[in-house]
């Protein structure tokens, strides 16, 4: 037994020495770039979070149990790995006790022998062999070969995944060998509960060679595979829980996070700041945080299958964008790392790969890929390893728009009007109270302090009180809250852009501008509430004023009007006989877990019929409109609003109401290409829930 435990022994040692180096190198390449304080601050300061998202998402699984097949697969071969531990530790005692005393037949001390512990073990080892058939089967349905772009796994490196899986078959087996082996030669610690391989003692022939060929395969095949994995993507066994560990809470949605430099925010009236590191422009400016990122993919393609851009043939693939990242960054390691050493490199060729643009027509994004995206969310909400796809698109389109200048044309006039006017359409700052004119009562405009009796600032917001259907809401909003009792007040032309699109197209100095004059306003008012109709301005200013001192207590129209409605102070009595679907907006879904209100609301007016989509609240499909997307042509692929509607139309509805202006708009645009072309009835419109709900109070004329 002695030959067993050198041979054992050196085989780890080697292979712990060549796994090290691999992790060592990961580890200096992840340094390479700014650092990420804040991740490390909030995790330090958050402990009770962070120890939760590891119970909920490393342990429990809970984003990949959303996809029950593969999920419960994975679930049992990651427990696998946890709780074989313990055969890893028995199978080293035996070897080093059979070298000692002769016979191989160590336990783990108190729990060794506890049966229990074998047949969880067993238990464990055979679900996991179960899990590996499924993710084989689930492969072979999804093959890229069959189904092309509508696989997950179009881009994957397939080749390495099939590799993994070999191997984890291999460990399972090699262990029920040398278990079996053991029960045969009488040095199984279990008497009961290891019920696999008590039966395989059963058969196998007593051989003290036999057991000792499947302990130094079992630990053969572990070792092997522990070098697989730091060399591939199955990494993510290792970096995951760290990725989990570091992401931005409650989860990289909501409000997107402040451009640093150096981990520090920017302060753009600092003479020394130097704008060439504004945002990403080369693979060394990624953080550490976005080393994990890349560390981490798993190549499952859930983030792919769930992406609006990807579904309309778009070239983006949040998959792919953080792939092609991630083998740039191995491919110019060695010269990156040597760089930063002070090395200083003479050779073109290598000049060229460590200055090689992130994004470009000959960089390592294509622009189309970085401009496809609508920030719609679906991506980050799928991850299981909470990988943070639009912080990694927003740094790159900063350095895009404040470097580069290179940006759609269309947006630039967005931009220019944002400027100029406060607004995206450009209109005078004067016509944001036009809409208070249409109504038959008073509605109170914030000169210089709010009203003492006021208890919410109404944020109308640019659409809310410029676009003609969009207008129909605000009006809605501002009848319900009325008829309710609630006392509020609006800004009028002392209201601006919150910046959202500009924050969200990458010009990050506009939005800081913006962000700081209203900020400015609504402390001087004594603002302390706010009700918002815009789900973009919800967001900006709930998760991202506070960023910039401006901190409020910030509802969504559907959240307050659901509340009015609970305590009786809307009674919805007017029956609408409609059949109604539901598109839950992207940045008050995914973005801020608001779904239930809307439908809440609705459920409580008399005679509608509710039916949903098929891809609805966490998985549901932008209308195409984020990301600044609402001011840029879409002319690759589908246009995603169209997509939507025809999902919709699959429910024939009377009504499709949603909750958000931005919403309005590009659905309905689709829908009234629909009635054009005769494919959508004649009376189907697009409305928003406030809308159903002040047909349903008013009393019938």
Request: aromatic share 8%.
């Amino acid at each position: 037994m002695l030959w067993v435990a050198i041979i054992g022994l050196v085989m780890t040692v080697l292979a712990v020495a060549v796994a090290g180096r691999r992790v060592l190198f990961l580890y200096k390449l992840a340094t390479v770039g700014p650092p990420a304080p804040e991740r490390i601050e909030y995790a330090k300061t958050h402990v009770g979070d962070e120890i939760k998202a590891q119970l909920v998402e490393v342990f429990g699984q809970k984003k990949l149990l959303k996809w029950t097949p593969s999920g419960v697969a994975h679930f049992f071969v990651m427990w696998a790995f946890f709780i074989l531990l313990t055969v890893y530790i028995e199978a080293y005692g035996a070897i080093i006790q059979g070298a000692i005393t002769g016979r191989p037949n160590f336990h783990i001390p108190l729990i060794g022998t506890w049966g229990v512990l074998g047949f969880l073990q067993d238990f464990i080892a055979v679900a996991c062999l179960l899990g590996l058939v499924a993710f084989a089967v689930i492969r072979v349905k999804n093959s890229p070969k069959q189904l092309g772009r509508r696989s997950r796994f179009s881009g994957s490196h397939l080749g390495g995944a099939w590799l993994v899986l070999f191997m984890i078959f291999n460990i399972i087996w090699t262990l029920f060998l040398a278990r079996g082996a053991a029960a045969a030669n009488g040095n199984f610690p279990y008497s009961s509960g290891a019920f696999v391989s008590l039966a395989l003692g059963d058969v196998l022939p007593q051989s003290a060679l036999l057991e000792e060929i499947g302990l130094l395969l079992h630990i053969g095949f572990m070792l092997v595979f522990l070098i697989i994995v730091v060399n591939s993507k199955h990494l993510h066994i290792f970096t995951a829980p760290l990725n989990v560990l570091f992401s931005r809470r409650p989860d990289g949605l909501g409000g997107a996070p402040e451009l640093r430099v150096d981990g520090k925010p920017v302060d753009f009236e600092d003479e020394d700041l130097d704008p060439e590191r504004l945002g990403r422009g080369k693979i060394a400016d990624t953080t550490w945080k976005g080393f994990l990122d890349f560390y981490s993919c798993t190549e499952c393609g859930r983030c792919q299958s769930q992406c609006p851009a990807w579904n309309t043939d778009k070239p983006l693939s949040p998959k792919m964008l953080i792939l092609d990242q991630r083998d740039h960054a191995f491919a110019v390691a060695p010269y990156l790392m040597a760089a930063q050493n002070g090395v200083e490199h003479k050779d073109a060729d290598v000049l060229a790969l460590l200055e090689k643009p992130l994004v470009g027509e000959e960089g390592v994004i294509h622009p189309d890929v970085l401009w496809s995206c609508t920030n719609c969310g679906a991506c980050v909400e799928q991850c299981p390893v909470d990988i943070e796809h639009i912080d990694h698109i927003l740094d790159m389109r900063r350095y895009q728009v404040m470097v580069e200048s290179s940006f759609p044309s269309e947006a630039g006039v967005m931009v220019k009007n944002l400027e100029n006017k406060g607004n995206p359409w450009g209109m005078s700052e004067m016509k944001r109270a036009d809409w208070i004119e249409e109504l038959d009562f008073e509605v109170e405009v914030v000169e210089d302090k709010m009203p003492e009796d006021a208890e919410y600032l109404f944020w109308v917001g640019c659409a809310g009180a410029l676009e003609d259907r969009a207008k129909k809401t605000t009006k809605a909003v501002a009848e319900l809250l009325h008829i309710a009792g609630v006392k509020f007040a609006v800004l009028g032309p002392m209201e601006a852009c919150t910046g959202d699109p500009a924050r969200r197209l990458g010009m990050e100095y506009l939005f800081n501008m913006l962000a700081q004059q209203n900020i400015e306003t609504l402390n001087e008012a004594g603002v302390k509430k706010i009700v918002a109709t815009c789900p973009h301005c919800f967001n900006t200013l709930a998760n991202e004023y506070p960023q910039l001192g401006g901190t409020y207590e910030v509802v969504h129209h559907t959240q307050l009007l659901a509340k009015l409605v609970d305590e009786g102070k809307l009674t919805p009595i007017t029956p609408i006989e409609e059949k109604i679907t539901y598109h839950d907006p992207c940045f008050l879904g995914r973005h801020n877990k608001v779904y239930s209100q809307p439908r809440d609301i609705m459920a409580k007016v008399p005679g509608v019929q509710t039916q949903e989509m098929h891809r609805h609240k966490d998985r549901g499909f932008c209308c195409g409109a984020g990301g600044a997307r609402m001011w840029m042509e879409e002319r690759i692929g589908k246009r995603i609003n169209t997509e939507r509607v025809d999902e919709a139309l699959t429910t024939n509805p009377d009504t499709v109401s949603t909750a958000c202006p931005f919403c309005m708009v590009m659905l309905g645009d689709a829908i009234n290409e629909k009635k054009n072309n005769g494919e959508a009835k004649e009376s189907l419109e697009v409305v928003d829930v406030a809308q159903l709900l002040i047909k349903s109070v008013k009393s019938p004329s």
